[in-house]
């Protein structure tokens, strides 16, 4: 759904919604008449405006949902909401968004492993249990290891698979189970 629809329907204009959410005014004129993409727009501006407006961050970008952004750039949209939300508020939405199935039957299996592995490892971090929905997803995982574009780059750089099998060894269990190395996810700015 268009965020100009979502505004017409609640009935609050771009300037009301700029001093609720607290995204700059400019920032959703550009949203609105589509100079700014809002697919493109960082997680926790998704996050913000869906919270002002009592839909979800899926109904802001509904229309948009089947063009699909780099996996680096969805890595950092995942990190960006586990930090803005919180552990405990990400694996609630996540589970009760069911995005991890969604993404699943999309065959967006590289996005699918990362969003449960993130869950996997947050639940882990709090002692929280398995959410046991999804075992016939964790039985499954990428047939080759898909490396941070950091990674490759020192890869390349230095003419050396080293950077690849230092970053495999100290990947993250969750991520690492699913031929994702993944090892910073708490460090976005």
């Not at 001093?19 to 996050?47: M, N, Q, R, W």
């Not at 996005?111 to 929905?133: I, V």
């Not at 991520?175 to 910073?184: P, W």
Request: with cysteine; net charge positive; proline share 4%.
């Amino acid at each position: 759904m268009r965020i100009n629809d979502i505004l017409e329907q609640k009935n609050i204009t771009k300037y009301r919604l700029a001093k609720i959410s607290g995204v700059p005014f400019a920032t959703i004129s550009d949203i609105c008449t589509e100079k700014a993409k809002i697919e493109h727009c960082a997680a926790h501006t998704l996050y913000r405006l869906s919270k002002a407006l009592d839909v979800t961050m899926e109904d802001l970008v509904a229309d948009k949902l089947d063009q699909r952004i780099s996996f680096e750039t969805f890595k950092s949209n995942i990190c960006h909401m586990v930090k803005d939300k919180g552990d405990l508020a990400f694996i609630i939405d996540t589970l009760e968004s069911d995005e991890i199935r969604k993404l699943w039957n999309k065959k967006w299996y590289p996005e699918c492993f990362y969003t449960l592995a993130m869950l996997d490892y947050l639940c882990r971090e709090n002692d929280l249990p398995q959410c046991t929905n999804y075992n016939d997803i964790r039985s499954a995982c990428l047939q080759k290891p898909i490396y941070p574009a950091s990674i490759i780059a020192k890869s390349v750089a230095s003419k050396s698979n080293r950077p690849k099998v230092d970053s495999l060894n100290k990947a993250i269990p969750e991520f690492k189970h699913f031929n994702i190395v993944e090892n910073e996810v708490r460090n976005v700015n």
